[in-house]
């Protein structure tokens, strides 16, 4: 699982984002920020809450352009098949789990001869065997979280933004997303993981960086950055000081 | 003219019975109204999800005027599908006019509007909720309008229901276009009409018994519909 990245994530990036700035509510929320996601490996967000963790990751996902600057896909990625989000609270259909990821395939555009075998691999890797036939939204957070993100994955995306997967979930729902979070990464895909929590940076994350503000304070392999910040924002952010 | 106890008893006992003349009349109602509403939904549904998904140049205008045809008078429909299909008409040449077919047409022009209406409203309510979702999934206008016409399919079943309380229970229109010809275009509400007004009141208050049975069952599917729709939501 552990991976080494250079610290300046090089041209073989998955995205790059570059001086990207955007205004909401008269506001910069979004402030110059230059930001590289290696094609391989997980790369977390951390910031304090308004810091535009969520609003980077849209910017990334192509669902919003930035009013200056630009969110660069890396080499041969483009669109919804390559790149894939997970909101922090994912919005499921009103149908069963096994319905809505044959929708996803074939909103995807996955060949309707290869979309059963699919549907297949998708169950399985999420565990979610079991309970295929049960309406999506009757499910605990936990496991509706889970639909989410093999759903996002149902076309086998390069690249996969997860806006604090496991924010509202107990101790095992956790560990069964994060076990996803690095099966996935394993497979070869890019994973940003925007989260508050070190524990789980510190399990998954092979890069981390932290943004202030709508800017990048701090970009750092996991290891050294979650030991020991080097920014003082970041350092605040970690004694609980720092307020937006 | 029959007291009303007598004309209560006479009523319940056609309906006992089944009377051939109230259950021929009932069918025709059924069959003419429940076409239009089907005809209806298939106009209303795909147009009331276009209004509310879809991004065009008048999308407002059409909204405006989709919501104020709710509205029509079913007599003011009667007369514009009577002059269509009247001799002179454009339509005219189909010999359509006081028959069931004019009858179902007049009634489909009469519920497309509510059923577009309560489809553009569910819609859009539930496209509040997916858009993004959607949107990230890279749907175009045509899966989006597809994936939320299936996921509002209970809360359409009421804009339907709705449609058809309102085909069932107008007199106007079929009165205009059908004529109410015994045998041939005679519905509830307008052998309704007729036999009161010949002061034969068993068989209008048997009809009329018939037509607020169906009204309330009509409402208790919308009601079901409804919770059903609202335990799909966040069950
Ligand atoms: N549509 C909007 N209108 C006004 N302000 C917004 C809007 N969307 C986001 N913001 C603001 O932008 C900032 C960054 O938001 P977000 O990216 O959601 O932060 P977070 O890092 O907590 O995910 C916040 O201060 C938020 O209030
Ligand atoms: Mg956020």
């Known amino acids: 699982m552990l991976r080494l990245v250079a610290s300046g994530p090089g041209p073989d990036a998955a995205m790059r984002?570059?001086?990207?700035?955007?205004?909401?509510?008269?506001?910069?929320?979004?402030d110059g920020l230059d930001l590289a996601v290696p094609s391989g490996g997980i790369t977390a967000i951390m910031g304090p809450n308004g810091a535009g963790k969520s609003l980077a990751l849209r910017v990334m996902a192509g669902l919003v352009r930035p009013d200056e600057g630009a969110a660069i896909p890396g080499e041969g990625l483009s669109g919804p098949r390559d790149i894939a989000?997970?909101?922090?609270?994912?919005?499921?259909?009103?149908?069963?789990?096994?319905?809505?990821?044959?929708?996803?395939?074939?909103?995807?555009?996955?060949?309707?001869?290869a979309r059963r075998d699919r549907l297949?691999?998708?169950l399985d890797f999420g565990r979610l065997a079991a309970i295929a036939d049960s309406p999506a939204r009757a499910l605990s957070g936990g496991e509706q979280q889970r639909v989410a993100m093999v759903r996002a994955l149902a076309a086998r995306p390069r690249l996969l933004l997860l806006d604090e997967p496991t924010a509202s979930l107990d101790p095992q729902a956790t560990a069964a997303i994060e076990a996803l979070i690095a099966d996935t990464a394993a497979a070869g895909t890019a994973v940003v993981l925007v989260t508050h929590d070190r524990g789980q940076a510190g399990r998954l994350a092979d890069h981390v960086c932290f943004l202030h503000k709508g800017a990048l304070a701090e970009s750092a392999p996991a290891g050294p950055f979650l030991l020991a910040p080097k920014s003082p924002e970041a350092q605040a952010y970690f004694a609980g000081r720092l307020l937006l | 003219m029959q007291g009303f106890g007598d004309a209560f008893a006479a009523a319940f006992g056609l309906i006992a019975r089944l009377d051939a003349d109230l259950v021929e009349i009932v069918g025709l109602s059924l069959?003419?109204?429940?076409?239009?509403?089907?005809?209806?939904?298939?106009?209303?549904?795909?147009?009331?999800?276009?209004?509310?998904?879809?991004?065009?140049p008048g999308r407002g205008a059409l909204t405006v005027l989709v919501n104020a045809l709710m509205g029509l008078p079913p007599v003011v429909v009667g007369l514009v599908v009577y002059l269509m299909l009247s001799r002179a008409g454009p339509l005219g040449?189909?010999?359509?006019?006081?028959t069931p077919a004019a009858m179902i047409a007049a009634q489909t022009l009469l519920v497309v509007p509510i059923v577009a209406a309560l489809t553009r409203q569910i819609v859009a309510d539930l496209d509040a909720e997916y858009h993004e979702t959607l949107r990230s999934m890279g749907a175009g206008a045509g899966a989006r309008m597809r994936t939320l016409l299936w996921d509002g399919r209970l809360a359409l079943t009421t804009a339907g229901l709705a449609g058809m309380g309102r085909a069932l229970a107008e007199v106007g229109a079929v009165m205009i276009v059908g004529g109410n010809i015994d045998h041939v275009t005679r519905v509830m509400t307008t052998a309704i009409a007729l036999e009161t007004s010949r002061g034969e009141l068993a068989l209008a208050l048997g009809l009329g018994m018939v037509l607020m049975v169906l009204s309330l069952a009509l409402n208790a599917l919308a009601m079901g519909a409804r919770m059903g729709a609202a335990r799909m939501a966040h069950a």
């Open chain 1, 17 to 30: 984002l570059e001086g990207v700035a955007l205004r909401r509510g008269g506001r910069r929320v979004l």
């Open chain 2, 31 to 56: 069959q003419v109204s429940l076409t239009a509403t089907l005809l209806a939904c298939a106009i209303g549904f795909p147009l009331g999800a276009v209004l509310a998904v879809g991004r065009f």
């Open chain 1, 85 to 113: 989000l997970v909101f922090q609270k994912p919005v499921l259909l009103r149908r069963s789990v096994r319905a809505n990821l044959r929708h996803a395939l074939a909103l995807y555009g996955v060949p309707r001869r």
């Open chain 1, 120 to 122: 297949g691999e998708l």
């Open chain 2, 93 to 98: 040449a189909l010999g359509l006019l006081y």
